[in-house]
């Protein structure tokens, strides 16, 4: 019992001043699991004083995330799960383990508010079925969120578990399963809990399309009384092919890489003249008189609109509307004049799947790089960090080589070097960004220190920097 304890004191950061050798074992094992407490902190014993939020503690805070497309290939929510590198470290661990990290990652996505950056995109959350008694779910709210269930190597108790799912739809909440060849192996009643989901996640890769075809028609003959029809999702798509077979083969949700590859991608129809806003930059850049930036675009109407638009949205909270061009220029002033124009470049005519995540991809790393204005080594202005994000991406959207693109377009030198490869603070900072959303923990680190920031990026910037973005794309919508 007192090794019990002592593991648990470490696990939980109360660990003895000095343990005997004959606790060197459980050391290790308390050891492997550093990394999961540093990124994700344990809730504080009932016993003890929760302590005072920090910085650091929330700087430490590493949830990923991966959006989840819907069949009018629009972003319909965020997958929140642990870090692979942590995710392999719990294969084979004792259930206790699993749901100290469930708690920290519920306990996270309730602390920074996640669900109100999602708006009316559900949030597809990652847990042991082990958890479904954690105090913490009834904090969610239940109208966007969706428990997905992963069972691990600990049998299945369907006594027990069938209570707790009733009394969750009882709640309103809605849950699924994740299915995978290994997991149905081992775990028979899996097939039956999957019947009475709402949702079930399906490892594609793992499957060949006769598997899918028999799995799908076996879950989906049997669909509880006065409920809706089971919800599909594939998982692990890494190219266009792939998501087209399931798109044809009838799943709701898809997932994966494949959205930012450049395969049978055509270039998107834009109704911006992107010529002319190009040409915009060059003159914001070179101190042209804003007077004549305003004639450039009063001359055409679309940016005329998109500008008084822009300009008399109730995010300004101007008191009295702005009803000539020469007016919103001078408003507006000459850098964000210069942001507001660079996100023209992003304004996509019916825009497909493909196009609408990397614009808000390109969108959320431009504000998460912002966000680091002003920390460590990065104290150039805020708006080189915007652009250096912005324009990271803008090849993958206009079809053309970024040295093209950056012919075209005078930015800033530091920017102009860290887009081309070339070593420097501003190139850290942008493989810094690329490198949390591919949660590439280690590089993470490093980069992190190469910076000289305090802390590794916090996981608050990177999730109000998806809400600023959702901002912008849902403005431009209506």
């Not at 028609?217 to 409920?227: D, F, H, I, V, Y």
């Not at 594939?234 to 959205?259: I, P, R, T």
């Not at 304004?347 to 614009?359: A, F, N, P």
């Amino acid at each position: 019992m007192s090794s019990l304890l002592d593991f648990f004191r470490r696990l939980l950061g109360r660990s003895r001043p000095s343990p005997a050798p004959a606790q060197t074992q459980q050391g290790k094992a308390s050891a492997q699991f550093q990394v999961l407490n540093q990124l994700a902190p344990l809730k504080a014993e009932p016993s003890a004083p929760a302590p005072a939020p920090t910085p650091t503690n929330r700087s430490a805070s590493f949830i990923c995330r991966e959006p989840v497309l819907n069949r009018q290939e629009q972003i319909a929510g965020y997958f929140f799960h642990l870090h692979g590198h942590l995710q392999s470290r719990l294969q084979g661990k004792n259930e206790p383990l699993h749901k100290a990290y469930d708690d920290a990652l519920l306990r996270n996505l309730i602390d920074l508010h996640v669900h109100r950056l999602l708006g009316h995109r559900k949030a597809f959350i990652h847990l042991s079925p082990a958890s479904l008694d954690n105090p913490l779910l009834a904090r969610l709210p239940v109208k966007n969120s969706v428990l997905m269930l992963s069972p691990n190597l600990n049998a299945l108790d369907l006594e027990q578990l069938q209570p707790q799912l009733a009394a969750l739809r009882q709640a309103g909440m809605a849950h699924g399963w994740v299915l995978d060849k290994n997991l149905l192996a081992l775990h028979p009643a899996l097939r039956e809990l999957a019947m009475q989901a709402d949702y079930v996640q399906l490892d594609t890769a793992k499957f060949d399309g006769l598997e899918i075809e028999a799995l799908c028609e076996t879950l989906g003959n049997s669909p509880a009384q006065n409920r809706a029809p089971l919800q599909w999702i594939a998982q692990e798509l890494h190219s266009f092919d792939e998501f087209n077979l399931c798109f044809k083969g009838g799943f709701d949700f898809f997932m994966g890489d494949f959205v930012t590859s450049r395969e049978n991608w055509h270039p998107p129809k834009s109704e911006i003249n992107r010529l002319l806003t190009i040409k915009l930059l060059n003159l914001l850049r070179s101190d042209e008189d804003l007077s004549v930036i305003a004639q450039q675009i009063t001359a055409d109407p679309v940016l005329a609109f998109k500008l008084l638009r822009y300009l008399n949205s109730p995010a300004f909270g101007l008191s009295q509307p702005v009803l000539t061009i020469d007016k919103a220029v001078m408003v507006l002033g000459r850098e964000r004049c210069y942001r507001w124009v660079s996100l023209l470049l992003f304004d996509i005519q019916q825009s497909g799947y493909r196009e609408r995540v990397l614009i808000e991809h390109a969108l959320t790393r431009a504000f998460y790089l912002e966000s680091l204005a002003g920390q460590g080594l990065l104290q150039g202005p805020k708006e080189e960090l915007f652009i250096l994000g912005l324009f990271s991406m803008l090849d993958l959207l206009i079809g053309h080589p970024l040295e093209t693109i950056l012919q075209e377009t005078h930015l800033p030198a530091p920017v102009h070097r860290a887009l081309l490869g070339q070593p420097g603070t501003y190139r850290n900072a942008l493989l810094l960004a690329q490198a949390m959303e591919k949660q590439q923990f280690n590089a993470v680190q490093a980069l992190a220190e190469r910076l000289q920031l305090n802390a590794l990026p916090v996981l608050s910037l990177q999730m109000e920097a998806l809400g600023k973005a959702n901002e912008i794309i849902e403005m431009s919508q209506e």
